[in-house]
């Protein structure tokens, strides 16, 4: 079996090998279990922080599939580390943000998220290209899904380590429990500390990018790589869009994707709704990482079965279900469906990235994979949106709110999951 730590099979060539190193710790964010919370308790109220997730796929919409011709015309490795980069930046921001700031706070936030969502969109499919084309053709798809399976896991083993520290340091109450009263750790520091994790995570990625193989390409002058990167993302999106095989995928991958990814970045409110403390966030994240390890093997299997289309119907099917499941907000119990949910992302990860990688020609492939993030992020985005205005709409009732949100959200997503599902039928036949 190949395997990253002894560099056998697709992983004697170095940028694989680097390629899952860094979508694992830049991935892996230890703040994640605790992303809203972090948001509120800084002094942000709820609708400011699902309103700053717009702000994020605005910067996605406006620079990913720019970023992937770019990424195609002047090299992979140059925006790989500009995305490095600009992590840096962004976590610095948040590690120094002031407390119940006001608009200072929210300005500082809204960076935040710029910077965040122009780094993901300068990685995202520069990262999966450069390790694509590095390994040899013959035999190049069974080694891209060892690859990319291998990838996977070790996210999982990463989500694992850093959900678990994000949680525990974030609520420092079981140490101060066994820690002398005059060795107690202040609340507001500890709140800081899963941030400064992922500030040191973001040095790693940058000096792992600095490390990849890549002849870049040139172009004559700035001009011409301009007009290049132009044309391509232009050849590129018509194909995406006029291409049914592609387009149906994208377009399947989105639905669930954006509102399962929505639930995501709400998942700790959710917690708070459902009575779980704080210090358990970060071991229910690890659960979840643990439950992904398992995904890549269910999703390939999946795929191997089934045409994208019903694969992506199948776990559409479920992350339905999983929204209905989240409504009546009973205490831990309330944890199966955030947890089923929270997994079906990766599953859609990987059926869209198979199929796509299937298609895409190698001079094309980190703009098509751009495209793809260009629409998952809009789509993300709107979705967010729609979301914050539903909780306006709702009024300022806290956790009723919130709970009578999920239940307008379990219906939306069904009845538009049957209108695709029917859709795609239609046009096959």
Known sequence: MPSLIHRSGPFAWRNARLFVLFTTFYNARAYY???????????????????????????????EVPSGALADVIGRKRLLVFSAALMVVEMAILLFAPKDGGMLL???CMLN???????????????????????????????????????????????????????LLYDPSWLNALL???LAL????????PVALVFMQALVCLAICLRFDEDAPHAEHAAGRCRAAHELTLQTARKAFTTRSIAVILVGGFLIDAVTRNFATLVSEYY??????????????????????????????VNQRFEPVAALALGGGVAALGLFLLVPAWPWLGLLPAMVLMMTLGY???????????????????TLLSVKGLVFNLAYGLYSLAFSLTLAGLGKSGGAAFQRALGWQAGFFAIVLLAYIAVALRRKK
């Open 33 to 63: 279990p605790v992303l809203a919370v972090f948001f509120t308790d800084l002094g942000l109220t709820l609708q400011q922080y699902v309103l700053l997730n717009a702000v994020w796929a605005a910067a996605i919409f406006l620079l």
């Open 348 to 366: 859609v990860s990987f059926t869209v990235s198979r199929h796509l990688h299937s298609v895409a020609e190698s001079a094309q492939r980190a």
């Open 272 to 301: 708070r709704l459902i009575g779980i403390p704080g210090w358990a966030f970060g071991v229910i994240g690890s659960f979840i990482a643990v439950g992904n390890w398992f995904i890549p093997a269910i999703a390939a299997r």
């Open 180 to 182: 002398p009263e005059n």
């Open 186 to 193: 202040p609340v507001d520091l500890a709140r800081r500390l």
């Open 113 to 167: 998220r710029f910077l965040s969502g122009a780094s993901e969109a300068a990685a995202s499919g520069a990262d999966e290209a450069i390790a694509y084309d590095s390994l040899p053709a013959e035999g190049r798809a069974a080694a891209w899904d060892a690859v990319l399976a291998t990838a996977m896991r070790w996210r999982a083993a990463g989500f694992l380590i850093a959900m678990t520290l994000g949680g």
């Open 106 to 108: 929210f300005a500082l």
